[in-house]
């Protein structure tokens, strides 16, 4: 663990070194090819850095932030575009809108959309049922647990340790910031449409990068081809495609091993679906659905594709087993931190 720690102080030093050069010597370059080109060496030094850490958890946060987050709003920065233009006034700030899921409402007055705030109660009852997991896999993982009973116990930590380690995140870096932050999930359970549930509720700053990253520029790409209809697809399949590859790496950070490209599949599946989700409702051929059927309709989906294409790889290579250690050993090292004082 000693040897862990240090290899992501080396880790966060270098990202912290990385940006400083996108900071003072990127960022007076030219917009377009010149600046681009000068950040390809951040993009790769990016892509690698994950590779020095073991611990599932420190490897895939890192990589979120990272590999994922800051190469995509540097390379939107390349063209000058937002989060990261214009350009902050200081390091500090503009290496946490780099590499940390933040989106202020004062650097997008033109979004249309509002968020609530995540209730403290709320909140406080997901970490109560996180606890509980954790308590359930202490006694029950090895024995007491079918492997559809673990596989729906498992999809829930999944999404609550993701939720509460981003707003952790989130939380510190408004308070540092000084400003407030739109949430990262809006209640991802409650979604009533697989558009609602990826566009609307599930790691919002996700698809707030890959929008102007990939779907708008295919969009833009495909129109004189396809008109606006089919570009609009195009730039959604395009999207889902990205974000099938980004965990198609995850993956391999977690297993250093070769794709199976079965997440991949996972993510094209759902942009076919979404998309013929939004064609169906632009026709109007059906009726809209009551939304509490439609709701059980995408959690349904959205379970049983998961279950079919994006969980076979974690519990093929053991994945599970490493995070669910990991997060007992951290109870661990935190109880015996509170006896000690």
Same mark, same amino acid.
């Given at each position: 663990?000693?040897?862990?720690?240090?290899?992501?102080?080396?880790?966060?030093?270098?990202?912290?070194?990385?940006?400083?050069?996108?900071?003072?010597?990127?960022?007076?370059?030219?917009?377009?090819?010149?600046?681009?080109?000068?950040?390809?060496?951040?993009?790769?030094?990016?892509?690698?850095?994950?590779?020095?850490?073991?611990?599932? @958890?420190?490897?895939?946060?890192? #990589?979120?932030?990272?590999?994922?987050?800051?190469?995509?709003?540097?390379?939107?920065? #390349?063209?000058?575009?937002?989060?990261?233009?214009?350009?902050?006034?200081?390091?500090?700030?503009? $290496?946490?809108?780099?590499?940390?899921?933040?989106?202020?409402?004062?650097?997008?007055?033109?979004?249309?959309?509002?968020?609530?705030?995540?209730?403290?109660?709320?909140?406080?009852?997901? /970490?109560?049922?996180?606890?509980?997991?954790?308590?359930?896999?202490?006694?029950?993982?090895?024995?007491?647990?079918?492997?559809?009973?673990?596989? #729906?116990?498992?999809?829930?930590?999944?999404?609550?340790?993701?939720?509460?380690?981003?707003?952790?995140?989130?939380?510190?870096?408004?308070?540092? *910031?000084?400003? !407030?932050? !739109?949430?990262?999930?809006?209640?991802?359970? /409650?979604?009533?449409?697989?558009?609602? %549930?990826?566009?609307?509720?599930?790691?919002?700053?996700?698809?707030?990068?890959?929008?102007?990253?990939? @779907?708008?520029?295919?969009?833009?790409?495909?129109?004189?081809?396809?008109? *606006?209809?089919?570009?609009?697809?195009?730039?959604?399949?395009?999207? $889902?495609?990205?974000?099938? /590859?980004?965990?198609?790496?995850?993956?391999?950070?977690?297993?250093?091993?070769? &794709?199976?490209? !079965?997440?991949?599949?996972?993510? *094209?599946?759902?942009?076919?679906?979404?998309?013929?989700?939004?064609?169906?409702?632009?026709?109007?051929?059906?009726?809209?659905?009551?939304?509490?059927?439609?709701?059980?309709?995408?959690? #349904?989906?959205?379970?049983?594709?998961?279950?079919?294409? $994006?969980?076979? &790889?974690?519990?093929?290579?053991?994945? @599970?087993?490493?995070?669910?250690?990991?997060?007992?050993?951290?109870?661990?090292?935190?109880? @015996?931190?509170?006896?000690? %004082?």
């Amino acid at each position: 663990m000693e040897e862990e720690l240090r290899n992501l102080i080396k880790v966060w030093i270098s990202a912290i070194i990385s940006i400083s050069y996108c900071y003072y010597i990127s960022s007076k370059l030219s917009k377009g090819f010149t600046r681009l080109l000068s950040l390809l060496p951040i993009f790769i030094i990016f892509l690698l850095l994950p590779l020095l850490l073991s611990s599932v @958890h420190f490897c895939v946060i890192s #990589a979120f932030f990272l590999t994922w987050l800051a190469n995509f709003k540097l390379l939107l920065f #390349a063209f000058d575009q937002e989060p990261l233009s214009p350009l902050p006034l200081n390091l500090s700030r503009f $290496f946490c809108f780099s590499c940390f899921p933040i989106k202020t409402s004062s650097r997008n007055p033109s979004s249309n959309r509002i968020y609530n705030k995540p209730s403290k109660w709320i909140l406080a009852i997901k /970490l109560l049922i996180f606890s509980f997991l954790l308590h359930v896999y202490r006694n029950n993982y090895d024995s007491g647990l079918s492997p559809s009973g673990f596989l #729906a116990l498992f999809t829930v930590h999944v999404y609550l340790e993701a939720e509460l380690i981003l707003v952790s995140v989130s939380t510190l870096l408004s308070m540092f *910031l000084g400003c !407030e932050i !739109e949430p990262v999930f809006n209640e991802p359970y /409650l979604a009533t449409s697989l558009q609602d %549930f990826w566009s609307r509720r599930w790691n919002l700053m996700v698809p707030a990068i890959l929008r102007p990253a990939v @779907h708008i520029p295919v969009q833009r790409l495909f129109t004189p081809l396809l008109g *606006l209809h089919g570009a609009f697809y195009s730039g959604m399949l395009a999207t $889902f495609l990205v974000s099938g /590859l980004m965990h198609e790496l995850f993956y391999f950070y977690m297993v250093r091993k070769s &794709p199976t490209w !079965e997440v991949t599949c996972f993510f *094209l599946l759902h942009g076919v679906a979404t998309s013929a989700e939004i064609a169906i409702k632009r026709t109007r051929w059906l009726p809209r659905p009551h939304l509490a059927v439609s709701g059980l309709a995408v959690a #349904a989906f959205v379970i049983v594709t998961a279950s079919w294409l $994006f969980y076979p &790889p974690v519990l093929r290579n053991d994945v @599970h087993k490493r995070i669910i250690s990991e997060c007992l050993l951290v109870v661990d090292v935190v109880k @015996h931190m509170l006896s000690v %004082f």
